[in-house]
């Protein structure tokens, strides 16, 4: 058995090692958050059965922030090939003893680096790359495919990979949110699990997609929404839900989808509205994927229409 337990490293948020280099993909994911996403069904679910229907027997993967390395683990079962890459030292150095752990570290080549510039040595048939977070903030899901698309197409020519996930969509929602803990007023930024919806954020209106991300199309990094929610409840208007769906892969002949949801996130308005069943409000806010969350809450404009 290989002793994964021990790290040079270690594994805590204040690793001393991580420099400002390993912030660039994102946050800085501590390891016991990747063992925590082992354990997300819906996730780990979504995943494998997106690879077992986009993957051919024999095919080639590539696996971009391979995390613990559970994708590659999952697209080896039917690859001949699994390229890895990840740029935290101490998530390879696990991910590699996971691997050989678990029978497959011959498919898998793992290598330490930046997914924005590394590039596989041949063409490969699937893209997996799940860096992926709520409003698609803080990591950099789409800095790194569209990089990752103009250096392939350079290298390999026009003909792309197919990605997991095929698309992102992104929508935002007005609610009425209950913000007080124990008689603690926290206007602040929450996450609610899309699967259990939180009492604590009830919906007071329509839901309005406002970006519809397809990763074989070019994409903006810049997200924006400048648009009309439209009020069915009476209360107080004080915060806004934004839903992060990922479509892992599309069935056309039976016209179904493997869906994969990101967190809700509730995030504040500056001025909470009393408001009133059929009301409208202009909604606007404009931000970079990838950026922090603290730079869409600063960008919330809410207007009575």
């Known amino acids: 058995m290989t002793d994964i337990t021990a790290s040079p490293a270690g594994y805590d948020i204040h690793n001393p090692s991580i420099t400002e280099a390993d912030n660039l993909l994102g946050q800085y994911i501590p390891i016991h958050y990747h063992f925590q996403m082992l354990e997300d069904q819906a996730r780990m679910t979504g995943f494998k059965a997106a690879l077992n229907y986009l993957l051919a027997d024999g095919g080639k993967v590539l696996d971009m922030g ?16 699994v390229y890895s890459v990840e740029r935290q030292a101490d998530l390879v150095e696990c991910a590699n003893a996971l691997l050989t752990e678990n029978g497959c570290g011959d498919k898998v080549e793992l290598v330490q680096g930046d997914a924005r510039q590394y590039l596989p040595p041949e063409p490969v048939d699937v893209v997996v790359c799940e860096m992926l977070h709520s409003a698609l903030l803080r990591e950099k899901q789409l800095e790194v495919i569209e990089s990752f698309k103009q250096r392939y197409r350079e290298k390999f020519g026009g003909t792309l990979p197919i990605f997991i996930p095929n698309a992102s969509i992104l929508a935002v929602e007005p609610v009425s949110a209950d913000f007080c803990f124990q008689g603690y007023h926290a206007p602040i930024a929450f996450f609610e699990d899309p699967g259990s919806l939180s009492t604590r954020y009830l919906s007071m209106g329509e839901t309005k997609p406002y970006a519809i991300l397809e990763y074989q199309a070019d994409n903006a990094i810049e997200l924006s929404f400048d648009g009309l929610l439209s009020i069915n409840e009476n209360g107080c208007f004080n915060a806004l839900r934004f839903i992060t769906k990922n479509i892992l892969a599309m ?12 967190m809700n996130l509730i995030l504040p308005i500056k001025h909470p509205i009393d ?12 931000y970079d994927a990838g950026g922090e969350i603290s730079s869409l809450i600063n960008a919330i404009e809410v207007i009575k229409a």
């Open 66 to 81: 391979a995390g613990t390395g559970v994708l590659s683990f999952l697209a080896a079962q039917k690859a001949t090939k």
């Open 275 to 286: 408001a009133k069943a059929g009301d409208q409000f202009q909604v606007r806010f404009k």
């Open 251 to 262: 069935n056309l002949e039976q016209g179904s989808t493997i869906d994969w949801m990101n």
